[in-house]
């Protein structure tokens, strides 16, 4: 069965980089959609990007939030069976619980809705972006 396992979160300050990993240990994740939610206190959960199964030699179609467009990138590594998302610039309003979430999908879309087809969820790791 598909486990999803975040990694990567902590305090960083206001303009501070990190980078997020979702790992599926002993699993391929090439033909799963791959998407990256957070939740912040008091708050509805959010997309913030997503990408597609792996087309050809790519690593997959991305989509972003507008409020991390230029900021944040999602990427995959399929031979570690881990996908990433760095994040740059970032901004007290960033702090949340992010969390990974995978859909098996038979072509190259994903969609960063937290009402999508989502099955399979991490636990989540916390980030807090704080002078």
């Known amino acids: 069965q598909l486990q999803l396992v975040e990694s990567g979160g902590g305090l960083v300050q206001p303009g501070g980089s990190l980078r997020l990993s979702c790992a599926a240990p002993?699993?391929?994740?090439?033909?799963?959609?791959i998407g990256w939610f957070r939740q912040a206190p008091g708050k509805e959960r959010e997309g913030v990007a997503c990408?597609?199964?792996?087309?050809?030699?790519?690593?997959?179609?991305?989509n972003y939030a507008d409020s991390v467009k230029g900021r944040f990138t999602i990427s995959r590594d399929n031979a570690k069976n881990t996908v990433y998302l760095q994040m740059n610039s970032l901004k007290p309003e960033d702090t949340a619980v992010y969390y990974c979430?995978?859909?098996?999908?038979?072509?190259?879309?994903?969609?960063?809705?937290?009402?999508?087809?989502?099955?399979?969820w991490g636990q989540g790791t916390q980030v807090t972006v704080s002078s």
């Open positions: 002993g699993f391929t994740l090439d033909h799963y959609a």
């Open positions: 990408i597609s199964r792996s087309i050809s030699t790519s690593g997959g179609s991305t």
């Open positions: 979430a995978a859909v098996w999908e038979s072509g190259p879309w994903c969609y960063a809705h937290k009402n999508y087809k989502y099955d399979t």
